[in-house]
């Protein structure tokens, strides 16, 4: 599958390097590689290049973290054998700190061992993570370690001029000068004018490194609406806003958004009206309503449950916005199957529709994360019919009121008592 990275790459505050030139370089090394040809199964790897991980690196069969060594220079972290669906694994960290000259002859040595000592007897054995799990990190690393021992420094190695090639495809856009401090006060000014806005202002925007810029997320959140669901007109309306106030530029989430990475902060609140006449303005982002749902038993023919129907109870219930901010950063993710394209495992409340004697029925996990502090959620226990699903909900929302500390998120709270209060409650 193609590389993935930080939706905010290149224009995110906290960002250490641009990830998307690295997935430019392994795109070309990949392409028509006979070691790809020649895989067991599917293979995905995701690059991030931000301090906060929101490529979700361990949870794929390469994920590469980027870091600065002791001499400031370019490295990056590598893990292997992460993945969701029907096992899911967090990956492991086989290097810490492997030279950017070296990635892809790295990687190459990876896939050397997973294609010599991977599974083809059976399609659920086959990926890495099967491997790595079934050698150990440990034996696999050393596996790696003596194949790349024998093609570390040949051609693959990369020279500074062809990182450098690969870099000049990301060059950032024409971007204004503009006096950032007066289109602070001018945005401030706004903010006052237009509750609304205010709360769109604080969730749906994000700091951008470039002056006087902002990154506005477009939210598909809006209750009534399958999450990360747009419609042929909205697209082609946000696709001009994409022309008329930012550089032609559209990105997709993995959370089931997209985003504007360049709009000019004095465009703020033209963009926020347009994007609220499209309804595409839900003040949501990173909340529970802001929930990664699959398309579920509605469309797809695998599943056991539907998801799309829970999701839209569960937003109708919680849809009062002060409750939702009170709550903070939640997420909330969705599968109809153990194929978990929902990413359930890794919500802090994960949700996945099972089949119980032909009846559909939903099973609750709690403390998951998609983060740097990446974890797999826990069963509650017992699953429930889909009409108990909200109240479930409510339930284990109430318990993290009942404990949380200040400033603690859902999944805090969750780490420092444990699941128990939460089942105690929610099977009282
Ligand atoms: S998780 Fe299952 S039901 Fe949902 S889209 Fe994937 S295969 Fe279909």
Known sequence: RNFTADQFSGVAQDEIEDARPWCEILRQWATFHPEFAFLPRKFKIAICGSKRDRAAVAFHDIGLEIIKDAQGETAFKVFVGGGLGRTPVIGA???????KEHVMSYLD???????????????YKARIKILVK??????????????WAHIKDGPMTLTQEAIDHAFTFFQPPAYEAIDAAAAQSALDDQRLTDPRFAAWLSHNVVAHKQPGYAIVNVSLKETGFAPGDITAEQMEAVAE?????????LRSTHEQNLVLPDIRKTDLFAVWQKLDALRLATPVIGTLNDMICCPGGDYCALANAKSIPVAEAI??????????YDLGEIELNISGCMNACGHHHIGHIGILG????GQEFYQVSLGG???????IGKILGPSFAQDEVPEVISKLLETYVANRTE??????TYRRIGIEPFKERVYA
């Open 93 to 99: 960290l086989i290097h810490d700190c492997l030279p």
């Open 109 to 123: 040595a990876i896939l050397r061992v997973y294609n010599q000592l991977g599974r083809r007897d059976n399609k």
């Open 241 to 249: 806003l994409s022309e008329q106030y930012g550089f032609g530029e």
């Open 407 to 412: 400033e603690e998120r859902f999944l805090d």
């Open 369 to 375: 994360s998609q983060s740097n502090d990446a974890a």
């Open 315 to 324: 937003q109708r219930r919680f849809d009062d916005l002060d409750y939702l």
């Open 354 to 357: 099972v089949d119980k004697k």
């Open 134 to 147: 079934a050698m150990g990190a440990e034996a696999f690393k050393q596996k790696v370690e003596e194949e």
